[in-house]
């Protein structure tokens, strides 16, 4: 087994650092000041392929593998929570559920946009009253000649309003399993301006306040027959084995949190001094970053065994729900380590730590929160 | 049109030095990057490729490590790279290093050759004009703007107080000014292609119409007589005086320092 | 190359639109101190056209003796025919050190003629003087005497290293303006003309200026600038910054300030130094009025001087300050201003 990153993805990531650092990090404070969303930034990773980085060249991709998608969302995610969820949620909840069920027409006309960037994707599951409890589904899509007519809405959606293509889950109708009555769901591609798709509330958020998190709402939306994605009834499916896909994505934007607020207390712990000394000499603090250290290599190592899963398995729930769990929950404590090894200085919003603290905690909750998680992986030990 | 790029990796002295705990330089920390003014240099010839369609070729010479850059230069869009290596080149001062790139050149077809100005390592600025001494063409040194014309370049040359614009046949030399452009990111996708590509290596074998005796570091003229590293700064002098004399103990540091 | 044949310590003397550089002045002044030392004398290379009668000048700041290379494709320089001048004189009057002013002008001729005349070239010299290489004797190796030794930062500046040309000649070298000091003009000098010149024949070398296009002063990015002039919350108010800008227009510098500056809103952010701010490396770095707290010193340390004015004695900038006054900046910085004004028009 070895370790070692190869060439290619050592150069990959030092490209993905140096778009960081020079791009993203001097926006970091503004956008989450100001809650804008990083338009720019958005079109100038697209330019360079940061858009559709694992899908195919022949569909406008970069062709890239998993685990090269993983670190870009990490390198972001060290100098900006929001710009990292931003790429995540649109190459993994929106380009590749397209890439995976999409016909080739849907691919021609959605994937195609998407991964060159010209187009921003977004992934519509969650609603008022299905969180965790995804199968609480409410929002309806009825068959009516050509068209299937959406009515319904969905909550706390990333990408929001900005976002171009969704993914948009719904009720098509009822099935039985297994003797009893249950809910059919299927997956829609939705573009915006469709009429009949507004948008409800803008979400104020603790962290990743540049991103864009919207109410979608649906009043008779009419698609076309074709914006099925997938088979009808197969929705649930589908949102389960995307949600996997976007774990991996979550677990990297975690762990890039972690990691940028351990090398900015680091070289903070250098210079602080107190009682004629540097902080870092006193043991307390030497201890503390230790542990952080471990935790985030600990880390670092399931979110990229869960991308080399997703390159060679079928199936990679377990190896995602692991790296998104101890991720996000290092990343929480990490970060709030962080501020307190900053003393005073680490709840001043004009140091980056208590920023990337407020960020940290989102990652504990969405795209499948720590307890759902924890059902995932349970789930597969004890069956 | 055929452009060739000289590019070189370089420790990243300019990225923020450090030091040991002794207060001695700590070089092993030092990042290698592709030279600041060499990759405007490359900008220019991409760009040159996106406007007309140039071949690019990029060329370094240097340890087996340097094979980096060219990859760096490929994922940005160079295409093709020369890795010129050989134990024989080491040492080399300018005189020789420019006489090792001519050499290589030599077997290439060229219509451009762009070099950067100076290296943050070297600090000289001499062997991009040495390398067209060599070669017989035209240098336009420290260009801050290139375009084509025909079978001519028409670049800004930059001085100190204005700028010549300068008309000259190719093929010719030119030396970029890191001021000259804001260089393109590498693609996730190009890096990949970059290493999928053959890279060509060359030793001394293979420089054309090159004496061995202007090679490396016995066929360098300058010779280094001692080097020594910066220390990291710590206090200086503190002097507390009455306003006049503070003023002369300052103009007086200025006047030593050579500030005026 | 018999290098017994090769005596006398040449300058290039650069000179734009028909006026001399100060750079062919303060290598005049080295020239001259080197030439005593090897017991030879002090020849300027004036190429231009129209230029013969610039060669007085060259007269009054050192020159033994100049060379004149005048002629109408030397109007505006360009690198081809000013090299075959170069070369052309060197092969012909065979000087043992040849000086060239490390400007856009020298570090582009420089090195073409060294290359052309086959010797070596050490650019951006901060010291130039006689002695012997190698330094100290080694048993088995000639030890050679009368060598130009030439030192000079190279890595960024993060090393120092002495050079010698032992085997070559001329031994070639270029200084930047500044470096060099000149001497005291004698007035009246007079010094031995001698017109040569090798005849130019355009080439393929020769290239054509289309258009010269002299520059405007524009603002400057701190972060380029030379010399900066800074200031801390001790400069008390945005009037009182009037000082520090009439200190850096005197230096040729720029202003900046520390974070509490633009926090109190007296400067724009783009004027900080610091952690949060901007991280500069002037030759010259003023920090007036400035405490020197980590956060601001971490953008500045490397400045290669830092000149430090402060009434407090125990303000943590002193710790990294290459000259630190403790005193009052409002007494101080205006008296310096004057005091440097005066040193510079007594120095034209």
């Given at each position: 087994m070895d370790f070692t990153l190869s060439k290619e993805h050592e150069m990959a990531r030092s490209l993905f650092k140096e778009f960081a650092e020079k791009e993203v990090k001097p926006l970091a404070q503004e956008v989450d000041e100001t809650e804008a969303f990083p338009r720019e930034t958005v079109e100038k990773m697209a330019k360079l392929g940061f858009l559709g980085i694992p899908v195919p060249k022949e569909y406008g991709g970069q062709g890239c593998d998993p685990l090269t998608y993983a670190m870009c969302v990490e390198e972001l995610s060290k100098v900006c929570g929001t710009t990292g969820v931003i790429v995540s949620a649109h190459t993994s909840l929106c380009c590749d559920p397209i890439m995976t069920y999409g016909t080739e027409e849907q691919k021609q006309k959605y994937l195609i946009p998407l991964a060159k960037g010209e187009k921003l994707g977004a992934f519509g599951l969650t609603e008022p009253g299905a969180g965790t409890d995804a199968q609480g589904q409410q929002t309806k899509a009825v068959l009516d000649g050509d068209e299937w007519v959406l009515n319904g809405s969905k909550c706390f959606i990333t990408n929001g309003k900005e976002a171009d293509v969704y993914v948009i889950?719904?009720?098509?109708?009822?099935?039985?399993?297994?003797?009893?009555?249950?809910?059919?769901?299927?997956?829609?591609?939705?573009?915006?301006?469709?009429?009949?798709?507004t948008f409800g509330t803008k979400e104020k958020k603790m962290g990743i306040r540049g991103s864009s998190t919207y109410e979608l709402i649906f009043t008779d939306c009419r698609i076309p027959k074709e914006n099925l994605l997938g088979q009808q009834g197969k929705g649930f499916g589908i949102a389960m084995h995307t949600l996997d896909g976007g774990r991996i994505g979550i677990a990297s934007q975690a762990l890039g949190l972690a990691e940028g607020a351990l090398e900015t207390t680091i070289a903070y712990v250098k210079e602080r001094k107190q009682f004629g000394r540097a902080i870092g000499a006193f043991q307390n603090t030497q201890f503390q970053l230790a542990d952080m250290a471990t935790k985030v290599q600990a880390a670092q190592l399931l979110v990229y065994k869960a991308a080399m899963a997703k390159a060679t398995q079928k199936v990679y729930s377990v190896e995602a729900a692991m790296a998104k769990l101890y991720a996000a929950e290092v990343a929480m404590e990490v970060t709030t380590k962080a501020v307190q090894l900053h003393g005073g200085y680490g709840y001043i919003r004009e140091y980056d730590v208590e920023r990337m603290m407020r960020d940290a905690k989102i990652t504990e909750i969405y795209e499948g929160t720590s307890e759902v998680q924890r059902m995932v992986i349970s789930g597969s030990l004890l069956k | 049109?055929?452009?060739?790029?000289?590019?070189?990796?370089?420790?990243?002295?300019?990225?923020?030095?450090?030091?040991?705990?002794?207060?001695?330089?700590?070089?092993?920390?030092?990042?290698?990057?592709?030279?600041?003014?060499?990759?405007?240099?490359?900008?220019?010839?991409?760009?040159?490729?996106?406007?007309?369609?140039?071949?690019?070729?990029?060329?370094?010479?240097?340890?087996?490590?340097?094979?980096?850059?060219?990859?760096?230069?490929?994922?940005?869009?160079?295409?093709?790279?020369?890795?010129?290596?050989?134990?024989?080149?080491?040492?080399?001062?300018?005189?020789?290093?420019?006489?090792?790139v001519a050499g290589a050149i030599r077997n290439l077809e060229y219509d451009l050759i762009i070099t950067g100005r100076q290296a943050i390592d070297g600090d000289t600025a001499q062997v991009g004009p040495q390398i067209s001494e060599?070669?017989?063409?035209?240098?336009?040194?420290?260009?801050?703007?290139?375009?084509?014309?025909?079978?001519?370049?028409?670049?800004?040359?930059?001085?100190?107080?204005?700028?010549?614009?300068?008309?000259?046949?190719?093929?010719?030399?030119?030396?970029?000014?890191?001021?000259?452009?804001?260089?393109?990111?590498?693609?996730?996708?190009?890096?990949?292609?970059?290493?999928k590509k053959e890279l060509t290596v060359w030793g001394r074998a293979d420089l054309k119409d090159v004496d061995d005796a202007n090679l490396g570091l016995k066929g360098s003229p300058t010779k280094i007589a001692k080097a020594s590293d910066k220390v990291r700064k710590g206090a200086g002098e503190k002097v507390t005086l009455d306003p006049d004399e503070s003023v002369s103990y300052i103009v007086d540091k200025l006047k030593v320092k050579h500030v005026i | 190359m018999n290098l017994e044949e090769y005596k006398g310590v040449y300058v290039?003397?650069?000179?734009?639109?028909?006026?001399?550089?100060?750079?062919?002045?303060?290598?005049?002044?080295?020239?001259?101190?080197?030439?005593?030392?090897?017991?030879?004398?002090?020849?300027?290379?004036?190429?231009?056209?129209?230029?013969?009668?610039?060669?007085?000048?060259?007269?009054?700041?050192?020159?033994?003796?100049?060379?004149?290379?005048?002629?109408?494709?030397?109007?505006?320089?360009?690198?081809?025919?000013?090299?075959?001048?170069?070369?052309?004189?060197?092969?012909?009057?065979?000087?043992?050190?040849?000086?060239?002013?490390?400007?856009?002008?020298?570090?582009?001729?420089?090195?073409?003629?060294?290359?052309?005349?086959?010797?070596?070239?050490?650019?951006?010299?901060?010291?130039?003087?006689?002695?012997?290489?190698?330094?100290?004797?080694?048993?088995?190796?000639?030890?050679?005497?009368?060598?130009?030794?030439?030192?000079?930062?190279?890595?960024?500046?993060?090393?120092?290293?002495?050079?010698?040309?032992?085997?070559?000649?001329?031994?070639?070298?270029?200084?930047?303006?500044?470096?060099?000091?000149?001497?005291?003009?004698?007035?009246?000098?007079?010094?031995?003309?001698?017109?040569?010149?090798?005849?130019?024949?355009?080439?393929?070398?020769?290239?054509?200026?289309?258009?010269?296009?002299?520059?405007?002063?524009?603002?400057?990015?701190?972060?380029?600038?030379?010399?900066?002039?800074?200031?801390?919350?001790?400069?008390?108010?945005?009037?009182?910054?009037?000082?520090?800008?009439?200190?850096?227009?005197?230096?040729?510098?720029?202003?900046?300030?520390?974070?509490?500056?633009?926090?109190?809103?007296?400067?724009?952010?783009?004027?900080q130094v610091g952690q949060t701010g901007k991280t500069v490396r002037p030759n010259v770095y003023f920090a007036i009025g400035i405490s020197g707290a980590i956060q601001h010193v971490a953008g500045m340390e490397e400045s290669d001087i830092i000149v430090a004015i402060n009434k407090d004695a125990d303000a943590p900038i002193f710790d990294v300050a290459d000259y630190g006054v403790v005193g009052d900046l409002n007494k101080i910085v205006p008296k310096l201003t004057e005091a440097l004004k005066a040193e510079i028009a007594a120095a034209k």
């Open positions: 889950f719904a009720i098509t109708g009822t099935v039985e399993k297994r003797g009893r009555l249950t809910k059919e769901i299927s997956a829609f591609i939705v573009e915006k301006g469709t009429p009949g798709f | 049109m055929k452009i060739v790029v000289c590019i070189k990796q370089v420790p990243d002295t300019k990225g923020g030095v450090k030091f040991n705990p002794d207060g001695t330089l700590d070089r092993g920390a030092m990042l290698t990057i592709m030279n600041p003014d060499d990759k405007a240099g490359l900008e220019a010839a991409l760009r040159l490729k996106d406007q007309y369609g140039a071949e690019v070729t990029v060329v370094t010479m240097g340890l087996p490590k340097a094979e980096e850059v060219l990859r760096e230069a490929m994922a940005m869009g160079a295409d093709k790279g020369i890795l010129v290596t050989d134990r024989v080149l080491g040492g080399a001062d300018t005189w020789a290093t420019s006489t090792t060599h070669l017989d063409i035209p240098v336009i040194s420290y260009a801050q703007d290139i375009k084509v014309e025909g079978d001519s370049v028409i670049v800004e040359r930059q001085y100190e107080d204005r700028y010549h614009v300068v008309k000259a046949k190719m093929p010719c030399l030119i030396t970029a000014l890191s001021e000259l452009n804001e260089p393109r990111y590498m693609t996730p996708g190009g890096i990949f292609d970059a290493y | 290039f003397a650069q000179q734009v639109d028909n006026e001399i550089s100060s750079i062919a002045f303060e290598l005049l002044g080295k020239a001259k101190d080197l030439a005593k030392d090897l017991s030879t004398d002090v020849t300027a290379v004036l190429i231009g056209s129209d230029v013969k009668g610039l060669a007085d000048q060259l007269a009054e700041y050192g020159a033994d003796k100049v060379i004149v290379v005048d002629d109408p494709e030397l109007k505006d320089y360009r690198t081809e025919p000013y090299a075959h001048a170069l070369s052309s004189v060197i092969n012909k009057y065979k000087p043992e050190i040849m000086l060239v002013g490390a400007t856009a002008i020298g570090r582009d001729l420089g090195p073409r003629v060294s290359a052309r005349v086959a010797t070596g070239l050490t650019a951006d010299c901060t010291v130039l003087e006689i002695g012997d290489f190698p330094l100290q004797a080694v048993p088995g190796q000639e030890q050679l005497h009368n060598q130009l030794l030439m030192t000079r930062p190279a890595f960024g500046g993060n090393t120092i290293a002495t050079i010698a040309c032992p085997y070559n000649r001329p031994q070639m070298a270029t200084v930047r303006a500044g470096v060099m000091q000149k001497i005291e003009p004698i007035k009246g000098a007079k010094a031995v003309v001698e017109e040569f010149n090798p005849g130019f024949t355009p080439d393929n070398k020769y290239v054509e200026i289309l258009d010269i296009v002299k520059s405007v002063a524009e603002t400057v990015d701190i972060m380029d600038a030379k010399i900066l002039v800074s200031g801390g919350r001790g400069v008390g108010s945005p009037e009182n910054f009037k000082i520090l800008e009439d200190l850096a227009e005197v230096l040729g510098g720029t202003v900046s300030c520390s974070r509490a500056v633009v926090d109190s809103g007296w400067k724009p952010k783009d004027l």
